[in-house]
């Protein structure tokens, strides 16, 4: 009796780790109808809003829960976007929102991936935030929406070139965020103390000047500006700075590496290589304690970055609040174009059945169209020191409001510098689809060099190398 | 055959479970693994075939190299310290003389229970190079800061650290368990026959403690080479102390080159096998003595 009890006991235990694995992917979500085939209802509902269809009647989207990934700071959005559903419950009664703050685009990309290669696709977000080249992969893969059709209309009525870096082989897989330009934040009241002019850092020969003399005068003690010993030397002096700036290229127009011969790779990073050498550069990470520190104490002077960084300043360095302004990147002499734009795009994740796309169009038309809401929310933003960025909307950056002087930067407005800072901007590097493995294998290399195990011209060498023997060709997609 | 089964079939049915789980969620990734080595996958759409082509790169790859380099470090390190740690700290938590032996093996064991990314902040922030409490020593003594995460050459050393810290409390609690079990007899013998405490452990200790020290090498060995968390969140410059498994995970889930990945996965597989090989095979030979 016992034996037989012990062998059905052992049955059930083997049965059941069979059936664990197998029960769960056809389950249907019970509250939160993401996706499935809850299907959306509409009405005969007379009300204006934005999503009125051609009939008169509106659709009213199902209960449930938004997923939106998304890096930096993005639970500020998720203000906007419950203030837009309060506003807009004839649609969406009884809609959330939920914001997934992940490390980088990478890393939504990562997510997004891993989640549809497990085949639950009732787990992917409903939208993501994204950089082009992380929108290039997920793209090709088909797990990105093809928004081209119904951004056509409002192409004309956003800053050029907005919808450009999505765009793969003439689709557009993303609705775009934001434009914002890479600018120079310096520290007028270390300026003013050491008798320099910052209108000197207007070209790249200027600028390591004007730190020359900072050091001189400080006695070494107040830095140019940092240095990352991480990847994120690449990312931002790199990629999206001088790299564009000085025209250079890591491909030709086949795909073939070309980033060991070229002159542009050779006068941006060699310029990096400058100031490096001559100590202008406080070697500290990014975005962690110690370089807030540093920039609170005024050892750092300027920082030569995307104007993102508006965000983690205001944060962090509320003891130099007055002090920072921002002007136009400096430029190479040779080249003469400021800082590349970088674009962030919102995208609708194909997810099969996204039975949010619709309500997720409303709402990014309406946060880059809609003037009130959106200038309510920069306020509460700026009350917070929160992260917000220009419209992209040609019509809402012609309101006054975009022109309003901030504290933080000592009566100048950061939002008109912004927006100023797009003129005469700088292509940016052409994105491939292997342009997430080169980025890798290059700051590998830049990282040695900062570290001092090998001289600039090694590292370039390096680079060009291994991304022959790694990659060989990239793919270059029109 | 059939009477066998018929007869055994209660044995068979009680270690049915495990070689489910084992075919399941092991032998069949691992055969699959060997497989999309084979191919060009990217996560997404169909594999395609590409012969060795994976592994060609893989030996002409420096990252691969640094990182397979900096992992046999961390083994033999991690060996030899963990190894002498926890050795060490059993004995003393199993010596009579010591008192309040409960208060001491909680302790002991505080660091394994710790949330190994967690702590890892708290090492990067006590190695910052500016700011960190390491230096902030050093200075005090009159010495130079060391770059610990933004130099090539010490990178490899607040992994060590926090790896060695974190794993001995594991090893200590296995051979302290091991040392319980040698009868104190043998040491009271010992004394009356005059040898002293270092005789009685190379001559007592060590050799009653042989299968516990061999079952700890093995798992030590493997977790060596499975080394991910502490080398991710102690990032230096470059691969400077980047382990495999990183760069094996990286590969797959950064780049999504996950052909490529697997591949490292396989030559982790065989690293493995060969060195466990090695070590039950001088087992073997010492039993055999």
Same mark, same amino acid.
């Given at each position: ?35 499935? =085939? ?98 290039? $992969? ?74 020359? $003399? ?102 962090? &360095? ?14 190479? $002499? ?8 970088? =674009?962030?795009?919102? &995208? ?24 009130? =809401? ?46 100023? &800072? ?16 080169? $980025? ?39 | ?289």
């Amino acid at each position: 009796m016992k034996r037989k009890l012990a062998v059905l006991l052992s049955a059930v235990m083997a049965g059941s780790v069979l059936l664990g694995g197998c029960g769960t992917t056809g389950d249907m979500q019970k509250s939160t109808g993401s996706t499935g =085939s809850a299907a959306s209802k509409t009405t005969a509902s007379q009300t204006k809003s934005s999503g009125t269809t051609a009939a008169g009647s509106k659709q009213v989207y199902p209960a449930g829960t938004i997923t939106i990934y998304g890096t930096g700071q993005p639970q500020y959005l998720k203000e906007y976007f419950d203030a837009w559903l309060d506003r807009n419950r004839d649609i969406a009664p009884d809609v959330k929102i939920e914001i997934v703050q992940t490390e980088s685009y990478a890393k939504s990309r990562e997510k997004i991936s891993m989640t549809s290669v497990s085949g639950k696709a009732e787990d992917l977000p409903d939208a993501t935030y994204l950089d082009p080249v992380n929108i290039m $992969d997920l793209s090709q893969a088909g797990l990105l929406k093809d928004e081209t059709e119904y951004l056509k209309p409002f192409v004309s009525q956003m800053v050029d070139g907005a919808a450009t870096d999505a765009t793969v082989s003439g689709k557009t897989y993303g609705l775009p965020s934001s434009v914002r330009p890479n600018v120079l934040f310096y520290n007028k009241a270390i300026f003013d103390k050491y008798g320099i002019d910052p209108a000197t850092m207007n070209t790249f020969d200027g600028y390591i000047k004007a730190g020359e $003399d900072l050091k001189a005068k400080s006695s070494g003690t107040v830095y140019l500006s940092y240095i990352s010993p991480s990847s994120k030397t690449w990312r931002y002096w790199g990629r999206r700075g001088m790299m564009p700036q000085a025209n250079a290229k890591i491909w030709d127009d086949s795909g073939n590496v070309v980033i060991g011969q070229d002159a542009g790779t050779k006068l941006a990073l060699g310029t990096l290589d400058k100031m490096y050498k001559e100590g202008l550069l406080l070697k500290s990470e990014i975005m962690e304690p110690a370089l807030y520190d540093a920039i609170n104490s005024q050892q750092v002077a300027t920082f030569y970055i995307g104007a993102f960084w508006d965000e983690f300043l205001r944060k962090n &360095c509320q003891k130099t609040s007055g002090q920072w302004r921002v002007m136009s990147s400096p430029v190479f $002499d040779s080249v003469g174009k400021a800082g590349a734009p970088v =674009s962030l795009y919102f &995208c609708i994740v194909n997810k099969g059945k996204n039975v949010y796309a619709g309500l997720l169009e409303k709402m990014w038309h309406d946060f880059h169209f809609d003037t009130k =809401s959106r200038n309510e929310w920069v306020d509460s933003m700026e009350k917070q020191n929160a992260p917000y960025a220009n419209p992209i909307s040609l019509e809402m950056l012609k309101d006054e409001f975009w022109t309003k002087p901030s504290d933080y930067y000592g009566g100048q407005s950061f939002r008109k510098a912004e927006g100023d &800072c797009l003129k005469n901007s700088a292509a940016n590097l052409v994105i491939t689809p292997q342009d997430a493995e080169a $980025d890798t294998i290059i700051s590998t290399e830049l990282e040695a060099y900062i570290a001092g195990n090998q001289t600039l011209d090694q590292a370039i060498a390096n680079m060009d190398k291994n991304l022959k023997s790694k990659i060989g060709k990239a793919k270059i997609i029109k | 055959m059939k009477r066998a089964l018929k007869k055994y079939r209660a044995p068979y049915l009680f270690i049915l479970p495990f070689f489910i789980l084992f075919f399941v969620f092991q032998l069949v990734p691992t055969i699959w693994t060997f497989y999309i080595s084979l191919t060009n996958w990217k996560g997404l759409g169909t594999p395609e075939f590409c012969g060795f082509d994976n592994y060609r790169t893989l030996f002409v790859d420096n990252m691969f190299w640094d990182s397979f380099r900096n992992t046999v470090i961390y083994w033999i390190s991690g060996f030899v310290f963990i190894i002498l740690l926890a050795i060490l700290i059993a004995v003393l938590l199993n010596s009579e003389k010591l008192k309040g032996k409960v208060f001491y093996k909680t302790v002991t064991f505080l660091p394994y229970v710790c949330a190994s990314i967690a702590v890892g902040l708290i090492f990067r922030m006590l190695f910052d190079e500016r700011s960190g409490l390491i230096n902030e020593f050093l200075a005090s003594l009159g010495q130079k800061r060391i770059g610990w995460l933004t130099d090539m050459s010490f990178s490899k050393v607040p992994v060590i650290i926090l790896y060695v810290w974190r794993n001995t409390p594991w090893y200590t609690m296995i051979i302290f368990s091991g040392l319980l079990n040698i009868s104190r007899d043998y040491y009271e013998a010992a004394t009356v026959d005059g040898a002293g405490v270092w005789k009685q452990f190379w001559f007592i200790t060590l050799p009653s403690l042989k299968n516990i020290l061999f079952f700890c090498s093995i798992t030590l060995t493997v977790d060596s080479w499975k080394m991910f968390n502490e080398s991710y969140i102690l990032p230096g410059p470059g691969t400077s102390n980047m382990s495999l498994f990183q760069y094996m995970y990286q590969s797959g889930f950064s780049i999504f080159k996950m052909g490529y990945a697997s591949a490292i996965g396989v030559i982790l597989i065989i690293i493995l096998g060969m060195i466990s090989f090695v070590q039950f095979s001088v087992r073997k030979k010492q039993m055999a003595l």
